[in-house]
């Protein structure tokens, strides 16, 4: 906290646009009347966008997030495709992208010699961040799907250079079969079935969270031997990146593909809702160029009190990933999906939510990881694992407070986020790794403002400033210091 | 790079304070409810003051307070017709027919409220409403916005209608304040006779987004039109200019005669209009 008050004091000209950037949206505040409207099914149901959004994209609100477990249905004939009622300009296709300017900072990079040794890194640009298609609803009664679909953009994405395409989600899904083995009534949602690609029922939501595209959640990304550079970082070849290979799953929000079942159960008892989610997935992850064939499986199931927990009410949860990761390319053959040598892995977190006023809601996570000593090879795929190898145990957690005033200087559409990632090694997978390294703080700052220029449209004043440290990772051992600010519009329709 | 983004920023600053200070931000003043009826879990009509809206300030704009009768409101409620929006793509819509914008039980409820409300507002009150109903989707539907008299026209404000919230804290903002809309124009009033949309002067705030509809209703010529059997109940033309149906009900020639009666006595109509009216209706029989 010392050094990181020291670093917002030096760099005062980061206070300082913080705070013009809120003056400029205090006043911006008091011009725009209030509207959230948008994607897919705003326009299906004629929702404003906080019916199911936290006042808008991307988090959900609870009544969202029922939607949401119940196959975007409402469980009336509204859902239809071929609803006679739907709006006659409904498609089911959202667009949504990020647009402003980025400023990131290295510090302490351990340059050996030289006129920048010891010095700072900067880049700044205006440019945009990602651009997301998204489709989601209903194919049928009780049938949804999902599909996100990032095109390959040759523009520089921040100055990072193009960006390659991909596909993170992609799934059908099959509701309320539990009709058919004799339990539960009409639309209970207690046993659904989803195959494909699809983000996991995380203990918090890495997609939905409002600094998903500049400061994702550490615990979701981090692997141990490797310094954490948060994703949104270029790669910086003067941090010592890597002190010993890991062959371990290197995100838990990246979209996985597999097979769920999951089922929502209101709880009288508690006023609010069991929800279990239980997976299995082919763990893709590339050895060399060959993509994996290990399998893992992950269940999360958590139980709220009076609410869901997110804007009423409070959640408990607790989950677990356990499974195998490969090691070795297969000598027999080039194709996809064939790497071999696969090493356990397990990670187990709690977390917890609570509310307060139907306004703030804090909540975190912890989680215990443990990889395999047999995932640590020296360097690569099919290396010789190293002799003085250990299992990698880390613990980690975050704790978040999001604050969305209903009303602010006399509008609406506020939302302020505060949240603090850390990570501290237990055992490194190499024995001759000093103990901490790698150990990571982040704190993230962040205001957005929503305002619109129509009904059919969502966008916001996106403000956030991201500082890490990473421990022992420069080229001489020193902490390496992250920092990034990024002001611009977020907007989806 | 930095000085030069923070000069950006300096001078966006002072652009927009400069368009800020016509445009403060719209807190609702003190409130008064003034009935029993009027404050319902579901419903409310209530007098408060909006001293940063246009009009409110304590200017005498509003000719109140101002005696209108229930069961004379029920017309000009009948009257006020909305067509919601169907989006095609983002760039364009298109309406649906139009339908009332009050259910017959609200109209009933309004009718009797807003003339209660009325007859105790002061010059410098709106009349406020909140309406909550169960939407086809099961959750709540808000309609809220606000009323004043100046002149001869009664001004409706319509900030929200149907619009469904699911967050409580927004159900609280839109109770607390009925005149600041929740969404985008989802909806449009369709203009019937003796109607006219008011248009916001340009400010810095239209270039963000709309404002709340504000409809003039000539309330004298509405309950005139509403006496004549022959004429039917009040009209209203869709985008095609083909009439509507409203929602009052037809009057037998001596209910008529009674009504335009009571009209001139309460100081509703003109005896020049009463006398015009009279004619026609006897010219009919």
Redesign the interface.
Known sequence: MIRMMRFLSERR??V??LG??A??SY???????????IPAFA?K????C???H??GFPKL????NVFRDHGFQ???D?DLPEFEGI???Y?PVSLRSTVG?R?ITYSQNGAVSGPQAGGDVTT??FGFKTLNLLSYGILAKNVSFGLIYNPALQSANFQTGASQGDLPNAFVRLNNLERFVGGGTQNSYLLNVKVGKYEPELPFSAFRNPTQLNTPIVIYNYQAGSAYASANFPNNNRVNATAYSNNTLSSLQRGQPGIEVAGIKETKATHGYFRYSLNAFSNSQAVGNQGGRGYYFYGHATQSFDGYGI??GHRVGMSGWFGDAPTQTNSLTTSQGTATGGQKFYRFSVDASTTY???VNLFGAYIHANDSSELMPTTGANATPIQNRQDAIWNGGFVELDW????L????GWLFLYRYDLVRNEQQGNRAVRGDYGNVDSHVWMSRYF???????DIAWHTEYNWFSTRATGNNGQDTIGQMFFTGFDFA? | MSQFVLLLFLLAGIWLHQGCSAAPPHEPGPTRIVCGLCEETDRFVRLQSHPNRPGGEASGRFAHPFRLSSEDWIPVLASIQVQTRAAALVFFSTKQPAAPAFSPAEVEYLSVTLSKAFAEAGPEEWVVFGLSQPGASGITEMTTGGWFLEGSNLHLVLANHRCPVSMPGVRDLLARDPLTPNTGRAFDLAVGPHQQVVKDAETLASLFGPTPWELAIDYRAVLLASVAPSEGPAKVRDEGGEPQAGGSKKLSIEESLALLKRLRDQGLITDADYDVKKKQLLDRF
């Open positions: 000209t980061v300082v646009a013009l950037v003056l400029v006043e911006w505040s008091a011009l725009a009347p209030k509207a959230n409207a326009r149901y004629n929702f404003a906080n019916v199911c936290v006042p609100n609870d009544f969202g409402l469980g009336s509204n709006q006659m300009g498609w300017y400023t700044g640009s804007v009423s006023d139907g306004q969305y005033p209903p009303q200087f006399g509008t609406t305002f619109h220029f129509s009904s059919r449209t329709l």
